[in-house]
């Protein structure tokens, strides 16, 4: 596969290439590094022909979008096509006091929710400054589920919020032109699922939930989103480092140490690439683009020698008898779209 290759993102027609640039990271995720090291990364992105690019105004409580918007702020504007989040407006506070979880140096801010109208749009002004920008073209709404906000019922809660004021704010800006796609930024299939049935959406961003080892949204979400046209960006491809890594001592699957099931089911899918000489995270990459929906995958990416992996993880070619292999061992649904 080309990592330059486009698809259309859902019924905003956006081209984007299947292959994105996933921001996290560039928050300093686990551990900090230099705003040149990430400047290096995202420029090298564009460079090998990466041209969507995703951030988050809670990744590094706003350093990722500082990043990112230095690192694309001198190219040609309309040579990328750039997605951020709403949901949480970041306010000073003393770094001293700033909590900021996975992050590491994070910016002197804290993430406040708020997914009311005129939250929304500013949280989208406040973007547009940090990135340097006068235009963002995907809009996605974050963290709307049941794993953030610490139960369902408060869950529902916020997307009642959001309905209500932020998704009409959202509706502004895309009639406007101010944005060219809407959507959400979600870690779980029911949210999704919620929302897609709730609102005008041209995208999701789904996190872990499309992988080698898990394929719920085949059931109802997947299905419905073709019928409606909402394209999906694939986010956690890896499932947070087992499918690259591999079922080895300290693997993680979801932001925790892999239990011993998904270790034993990564080891079986790792004897199937053995055997067709297929790489697992090259598997894990290409599989979320063998369904029609899925319009790229955002592999998070902190360094240019991350970036040289991923490049060459992503391109080779998969015999069809791989994933055929996979199917009839019962480690792949016999459903799922194959690239």
């Known amino acids: 596969m080309q990592v330059s290759s486009t698809r259309e993102l859902g019924k905003s027609r956006l081209p984007v290439t299947i292959m994105g640039f996933g921001g996290a990271p560039l928050g300093n995720m686990y551990e900090g590094f230099s705003d040149e090291q990430a400047r290096s990364t995202v420029r090298g992105c564009h460079d090998a022909g990466i041209r969507l690019f995703d951030t988050a105004p809670l990744y590094g409580h706003g350093l990722s979008e500082h990043r990112v918007g230095e ?4 190219l040609d504007r309309d040579s990328y096509v750039l997605s951020t989040k709403v949901g949480r407006l ?3 506070k003393d770094p001293k006091t700033v909590d900021g979880g996975l992050f590491k140096g994070v910016l002197p801010f ?3 929710y708020d997914y009311s109208y005129d939250g929304v749009m500013r949280s989208v002004e406040d973007s547009l400054q940090r990135l340097g920008m006068h235009r963002i073209d995907v809009l996605l709404a974050h963290d709307l589920d049941t794993w953030t906000h610490g139960s369902d019922a408060a869950r529902q809660e916020r997307v009642k919020e959001f309905m209500a004021g932020g998704y009409k704010a959202m509706l502004v800006l895309r009639e406007s032109g101010a944005v060219r796609a809407i959507g959400a930024g979600i870690n779980e299939t029911k949210a999704c699922l919620d929302l897609a049935e709730a609102g005008d959406f ?3 961003l789904l996190a872990g ?6 394929q719920e949204p085949l059931d109802v979400l997947f299905p419905l989103c073709e019928r409606r046209d909402i ?3 694939i986010g956690g491809a890896y499932n947070t480092g087992i499918l690259a890594t591999g079922a080895v001592d300290g693997a993680y699957f979801q932001y925790a140490p892999a239990p011993a099931e998904i270790l034993a089911k990564v080891k079986r899918i790792e004897a199937v690439c053995a055997a067709h000489k297929v790489r697992l995270p090259t598997a894990a990459l290409q599989f979320p683009l063998g369904h029609p929906t899925v319009s790229t995958v955002v592999p998070g990416m902190r360094s240019p020698t991350e970036l040289a992996q991923n490049l060459e993880i992503f391109q080779p070619d998969i015999p ?3 994933w055929a292999e996979l199917k009839h061992a019962g480690l792949l649904r016999a459903d799922a779209p194959t690239p």
């Open 231 to 233: 394209g999906f960006i």
């Open 202 to 204: 041209d995208c999701f």
């Open 90 to 92: 970041l306010q000073p």
């Open 320 to 322: 069809a008898d791989f």
């Open 110 to 112: 804290e993430g406040v």
């Open 209 to 214: 939930r499309y992988t080698l080892l898990e």
């Open 71 to 74: 690192a694309l702020r001198g």
